[in-house]
Antibody, heavy 114, light 112 residues
Framework: EVQLVESGGGLVQPGGSLKLSCAAS????????MSWVRQAPGKDLEWISF????????YHADSVKGRFTISRDNAKNSVYLQMNSLRADDTAVYYC???????WGQGTLVTVSS | DVVMTQSPLSLAVTLGQPASISCRSS???????????LHWFQQRPGQSPRRLIF???YRASGVPDRFSGSGSDTDFTLKISRVEAEDVGLYYC?????????FGQGTKVEIK
């Protein structure tokens, strides 16, 4: 069974940092590109980051560029999202998904508030 | 950035009747090789999104054949041939032809 399980969300103060993890199982992780997508409460989906299967190429949305960094560890079947300089408008459920969105995790909530 | 515009934003449909959602892109989504990189997602209440249609018209694994995607260049349509109760939720189009990838605003489908 394919699973993507996100972790690392929580409450953080503005300006703070958080690192999200996404553990994959049930498919050949190293063959798949991966993405992060977020959804603010009651709002639409927003694609934010993408990484190729080797990790050699990465893309980020302008809204997070310079603050968020996607990475992966194929030996651990995991993809990460390092989030720095967090702002209130980063509050959202963060989903990891396979590169072409075949598989999605259940999401992890990040709340940025003082 | 490519702007994806969906219409309508809300749709109430009688069970068993068809439904149609439009999505328009501000730029052509024709990618190298002639593929159109336009996807449709369903998000049921309280659930993660699920891919329904990829590359314009290919149904994802496990998706009922009452869902179909069509269109060309900048104008796309998701059709549900006969709406069922389990189809209630939000539907999003998304383009993957240009960075950054962008989603439409979402269309809420309800049962009348």
């Amino acid at each position: 069974e394919v699973q993507l399980v996100e972790s690392g969300g929580g409450l953080v103060q503005p300006g703070g940092s958080l690192k999200l993890s996404c553990a994959a199982s049930g498919f050949t992780f190293s063959s798949y590109e991966m993405s992060w997508v977020r959804q603010a409460p009651g709002k639409d989906l927003e694609w934010i980051s993408f990484i190729t299967n080797s990790g050699g190429s990465k893309y980020h949305a302008d809204s997070v560029k310079g603050r968020f960094t996607i990475s992966r560890d194929n030996a651990k079947n995991s993809v990460y999202l390092q989030m720095n300089s967090l702002r209130a408008d980063d509050t959202a459920v963060y989903y990891c998904a396979s590169g072409h969105f075949e598989y999605w995790g259940q999401g992890t909530l990040v709340t940025v508030s003082s | 950035d490519v702007v994806m515009t969906q219409s309508p934003l809300s749709l109430a449909v009688t069970l068993g009747q068809p439904a149609s959602i439009s999505c328009r892109s501000s730029q052509s989504l024709v990618y190298s090789g002639g593929n159109i990189i336009l996807h449709w997602f369903q998000q049921r209440p309280g659930q993660s999104p699920r891919r329904l249609i990829f590359n314009l018209s290919y149904r994802a694994s496990g998706v009922p054949d009452r869902f179909s995607g069509s269109g060309s260049d900048t104008d796309f349509t998701l059709k549900i041939s006969r709406v069922e109760a389990e189809d209630v939720g939000l539907y999003y189009c998304m383009q993957g032809a240009h960075w950054p990838w962008t989603f439409g605003q979402g269309t809420k489908v309800e049962i009348k």
